[in-house]
């Protein structure tokens, strides 16, 4: 796990923590772009409150119960729990670990810390009349771990014709037959609909919200919230023979993962999440059964839940059944770990369905990184050195061009921090930054340093100094906004630009603040470090 520098902050320590989670992950098998689009989207939000100054809790973690995760441990001949060891270690926390994913937890939902509280939630629940035994009959998506109306299902074709297929997995559902205990979920139609017109952004993006309020809006079932045909999962406390239905279970992660029912200092101080980070697919769960649960524990309810959209490829969603799912390595091993950060929330709009493309990577990576940011601050390093031995001069000759790069940074912040931290508009915060390294850019083409450095009078080395200065206080910024998003590559820019130790390290930067202009001292060493993102080799081939 990545240090997360909340600490470091100087946080409130009594203050409600920004706290935010992506979802579990099915460990049915390895982690892919899909999975990864997601934890990194929830990192960025979370390095970018940390560079705020305020405390953070960011939560990630593994789902390994349920039918699914049973039959693929069947399938590959080990026990469910030590197919769930096997790929926590040895490919879910690695991944994380190497796309510098800052979460402060990691939860496993075999957790005795978990299990025990979701058997004490679920016995409250029932104690409270809450729940009750009864029978039901369906069709069940194995995938998914969950009944599946009529209506959902799509038609078969060629081996599966004739029969119904979940819409999700293209495969068969199976009709189970079972005698489980119900979540009374139907008395809590009329509360959830108040809650959504009370709280217009609970539910993001408004496409996911209309979605759900008409889906409520039709009426809702009883939930089963137990299984007996299997028994992988949490035993129901009174009832053994039954085990918890495993997205009641999963769920409650976003609580036993702060301490409900063990730490309540810590729950108090965390709970509920501000954002949950879902895909749009387990979207009913967090934004109908995941609220109504809280309700009937008394319980607050989250701030927002956001659904982002599915990762395209030939058309198909990525994922490991439509055979579409790509290791995320086999990108960072070509482009970079950065890179590859801010590809995916630049290139898709958050909530939207996207599509990747090897190609379009590789023209957004050499157009906007290597050509527009590594270009200019390689460019502005050699300046530095030429014509100045590598010490930043002071500007004591600014004018209209050096006040139109300061309000063109003033814009730029505020624009990033709103969209970033706010609207959850990762592509529009970063678009933001980039157009501030565009103009920089133009204003460097405008002024012709170069040009200027053949002026050998007081008043040409002075002109000289003050663009050198104004394109290196702007990069200094843009090290700043760009660090949650590329943080090895903003620290190499931080300590080029000659930052440390005059500045202080680059993780207590506030993004609000980054617009103070003039906070880069003048006489600081500026040096021409590696090229912040090098040519790309060759398309590796298959």
């Not at 993001?204 to 309020?213: G, H, I, M």
Request: overall charge negative.
């Amino acid at each position: 796990m990545a240090a997360t520098g909340s600490e470091k902050q100087g946080a409130d320590k009594n203050a409600k923590a920004f706290y935010v989670s992506t979802p579990i992950y099915y460990v049915n098998d390895a982690p892919h772009l899909g999975h990864a689009y997601t934890t990194v989207a929830g990192d960025v939000l979370t390095r970018w409150h940390r560079q705020r100054g305020e405390k953070v809790w960011y939560l990630t973690g593994t789902d390994e119960h349920g039918q699914k995760i049973m039959r693929t441990a069947e399938a590959n001949d080990v026990t469910p729990q030590e197919w769930c060891d096997k790929l926590v270690t040895e490919a879910w926390k690695p991944l994380w670990e190497h796309l510098n994913i800052a979460n402060d937890d990691f939860i496993r939902t075999t957790e005795k810390r978990h299990t025990d509280r979701v058997q004490e939630f679920v016995q409250d629940l029932y104690d409270k009349g809450e729940i009750y035994k009864g029978g039901y009959e369906g069709p069940y998506c194995v995938g998914c771990e969950e009944y599946k109306l009529p209506g959902d299902l799509i038609d078969g074709e060629g081996e599966f014709s004739g029969q119904k297929l979940c819409p999700i997995h293209k495969k068969p559902v199976e009709l189970l037959k079972e005698e489980n205990y119900f979540f009374k979920l139907s008395e809590y139609g009329d509360k959830l609909l108040a809650l959504y017109e009370a709280n217009p952004g609970f539910i993001q993006p408004e496409s996911a919200r209309n979605e759900v309020v008409n889906f409520v809006k039709q009426g809702l079932q009883d939930l089963s919230i137990s299984r007996s045909t299997f028994d992988w999962g949490v035993k129901v406390p009174w009832d053994d023979k039954h085990v918890i239905y495993v997205w009641v279970d999963a769920l409650l992660n976003y609580a036993t993962a702060v301490g409900y029912g063990a730490n309540e200092e810590k729950f108090t101080s965390t709970f509920p999440a501000n954002v949950h980070l879902v895909g749009k697919d387990i979207l009913r769960f967090h934004a109908v059964i995941w609220p109504a649960m809280l309700l009937a524990q008394g319980l607050p309810v989250p701030g927002r839940v956001a659904a982002n959209g599915w990762l395209m490829v030939g058309g198909e969603k990525m994922s490991k059944s439509n055979l579409t799912g790509i290791k995320p390595q086999d990108l960072t091993s070509h482009f970079g770990v950065d890179a590859y950060r801010w590809y995916f929330l630049r290139a898709i709009a958050f909530g939207s369905d996207g599509s990747f493309s090897w190609e379009d990577f590789t023209a957004r990576y050499t157009s906007e990184l290597a050509n527009d940011y590594g270009n200019l601050a390689s460019r502005l390093a050699a300046m530095v050195g030429k014509y100045f031995g590598g010490a930043l001069p002071e500007a004591t000759a600014s004018g209209d061009a050096e006040r139109a790069v300061q309000d063109g940074l003033t814009k730029a912040v505020a624009e990033a921090d709103r969209k970033i931290g706010e609207e959850l508009d990762f592509q529009g915060g970063i678009l933001a930054i980039f157009d501030f390294v565009k103009q920089v850019n133009g204003y460097i083409t405008e002024q012709e340093p170069w040009k200027v450095a053949k002026d050998d009078s007081p008043e040409g080395k002075a002109r000289l100094a003050t663009i050198l200065y104004t394109a290196a206080e702007s990069l200094r910024a843009v090290a700043v906004l760009l660090n949650p998003v590329m943080p090895e590559t903003s620290q190499k820019l931080w300590e080029s630009l000659g930052a440390e130790p005059s500045l202080g390290a680059l993780a207590d930067q506030n993004v609000r603040t980054a617009a103070t202009w003039g906070t880069l001292p003048a006489g600081a060493t500026v040096t021409k470090g590696a090229v912040l993102f090098p040519r790309l080799e060759e398309k590796p081939t298959a």
